[in-house]
């Protein structure tokens, strides 16, 4: 049998032992999580190298733009504006005859001008079938509409502000879009081209004058082409 001090030095050789490998596993486990740490440390300063490159190149983008900009010849940026001055003093010279005669009116419009006719001249009171009567005056528009190389041509038909409803036209909107489609019609068959062509119904939502007496109403009866460049 073994004696008390053999089973005690037994006993603290058993404990040694436990207590070297849980210190072994213990080290061990404590250096795993510095890897860890020292990795998205890694991964962290990498990411915020690559944003401040790409605000760099953003930067850099931008101030060859800004210089590019600057440095552009003067006549370049004035070409815009000459184009449609041109194009201004050809339709007057081409069209004064009409609005002497007053049979037109030309007034500036947003990026263009508008041609205005009074729809007396072009339909019958509560129709939208032009008269023969119109048909000079159209087709000189048209003759000069089709020798302008390019722009929208916005047709929009307006009347007053007496309500409508009869068999043919529901309402004023009714009118007015079935006189701009048939100015728009009659523009296209006399070489205007159709792509740069819309017609529109404004109804009697801009009036030309304030008023409801006759001569106002006679006056907000019209069709207006609105000529871009």
Not at 41 to 51: D, P, Y
Not at 105 to 124: D, M, Q, R, S
Not at 158 to 170: F, G, L
């Amino acid at each position: 049998m073994k004696t008390s001090s053999e089973s005690r030095a037994a006993h603290e050789m058993l404990v040694n032992a436990f207590d070297r490998d849980h210190d072994d596993e213990g080290g061990e486990h404590s250096g795993r999580w510095l890897l860890s740490y020292a990795d998205l440390i890694t991964t962290m300063m990498v990411l915020f190298l690559a944003l401040y490159a790409m605000q760099l190149a953003k930067h850099r983008e931008q101030a060859i733009r800004t210089q590019s900009l600057a440095a552009a010849p003067a006549s370049v940026a004035r070409a815009p504006a000459a184009r449609p001055r041109a194009a201004e003093s050809a339709l007057l010279a081409s069209l004064d005859p009409l609005r002497e005669r007053g049979e037109i009116t030309i007034v500036p419009a947003a990026h263009g001008l508008e041609i205005g006719i009074n729809a007396k001249l072009l339909f019958n009171a509560g129709d939208a079938t032009l008269l023969p009567d119109s048909f000079g005056v159209l087709s000189r528009v048209a003759r000069v509409l089709a020798q302008v190389p390019d722009g929208n041509i916005l047709v929009e038909g307006h009347t007053d502000s007496t309500p409508i409803s009869n068999a043919r036209y529901a309402s004023n909107w009714e009118l007015s879009s079935a006189r701009a489609g048939a100015v728009v019609r009659y523009l296209v068959e006399r070489g205007v081209e159709p792509h740069r062509l819309a017609a529109i119904g404004r109804a009697d939502n801009f009036p030309l004058v304030a008023g409801t007496d006759p001569a106002s109403r006679a006056l907000n009866r019209r069709v207006t082409i609105v000529v871009q460049y």
